[in-house]
């Protein structure tokens, strides 16, 4: 990258773990321990190996009370129907290996390739676009990325959510040496697949029951490992031209000092 530009805001996957919903403990309804039990959660006929729900988790250690029969659970007694996915505020989670290669601005763009991941007895985890808050996901050619004007913004129509492409769209600018900064179309297009090169589908947040941030779109990942390409470009003014937003950059006639190019978009994830 030469001096005239400086790519700021890249987030590299930001990710997420396991959340349980908690349950209250009854009142001697069953859902919990009566006065007369031993102690919370355990009823003195059995000890601590009690099981009302039959869950295959002692009461004591059981954090999802009331399991629907016949239910898998997880290791605290939690059944799919029980939990709700929660962000997971580490990275890399799952013990995974993160590898990026490529360039954003670039031919061929941004391939993050995600492996090894141990699911454990998680029934579901989920890769969101662009989630944090706190983060303006877009693209500037004149600094720092002007809200909400230089943010993504879905196209829908670009957009191919079952095939795995998700495509955004934004208006920007470029400073040039004559100290004109003329609008810019920019674009950014993901597209994602995972175990043996099958295509992973995109969907809305609501559409895979995800309580976002800020995310509006996201995947499922059902495998051991995922990979996401992404590339941004701008478009030619006055043709229906795409080119890598650096490579546009660098053949501009922008000043030597004082423009700078900005760029950022990450994931998340969440699980249950």
């Known amino acids: 990258m030469s001096l005239k530009h400086l790519a700021l805001g890249l987030a590299p996957a930001i990710v997420a773990a396991m ?7 009854g009142d001697g309804d069953g859902s919990g321990a009566d006065a007369g039990d031993a102690g919370p959660g355990v009823d003195a006929s059995c000890g601590d190996q009690c099981d009302r729900d ?22 605290v007694g939690c059944a799919d129907s029980q ?6 505020p580490t990275f890399p989670p799952y013990g995974l290996t993160f590898s990026p290669l490529g360039d954003l601005g670039r031919a061929g763009g941004l391939t993050w390739r995600y492996t090894g991941i141990r699911r454990a007895d998680r029934f579901h985890i989920y890769w969101l676009i662009c989630d944090d808050p706190a983060l303006t996901c877009g693209l500037s050619l ?14 829908a129509a670009d957009s191919d959510l079952a095939g795995g492409r998700l495509v955004f769209t934004n208006i920007t600018r470029i400073r040039l040496a004559d100290a004109t900064t003329p609008q810019l179309n920019g674009r950014l297009t993901l597209t994602i697949t995972g175990d043996n090169d099958a295509v992973v589908p995109f969907a809305p947040v609501g559409g895979l029951g995800v309580t976002g941030r800020a995310a509006t779109h996201g995947a499922e990942i059902s495998g051991m490992e995922f990979e996401v390409t992404a590339l941004a470009e701008v478009q030619v003014p006055a043709t229906t031209t795409w080119t890598p937003y650096l490579d546009y ?24």
């Not at 959340?19 to 403990?25: F, L, P, T």
């Not at 988790?57 to 016949?70: E, K, L, Y």
């Not at 939990?83 to 997971?88: A, E, F, G, M, R």
Request: aromatic share 8%; glycine share 10%.
């Open 19 to 25: 959340g349980c919903a908690q349950a209250q403990e």
């Open 54 to 75: 039959e869950d295959g988790v002692p009461d004591a250690g059981d954090q999802c009370p009331n399991t629907p029969r016949g239910e898998r659970v997880n290791q």
């Open 83 to 88: 939990v709700s996915p929660t962000l997971n």
């Open 142 to 155: 004149d600094g720092a990325i002007d809200a909400p004007a230089e943010q993504w913004q879905l196209s």
């Open 249 to 272: 950059y660098d053949v501009a006639s922008t000043p030597d000092t004082g423009a700078t190019t900005a760029v950022s978009f990450g994931g998340w994830f969440y699980d249950e």
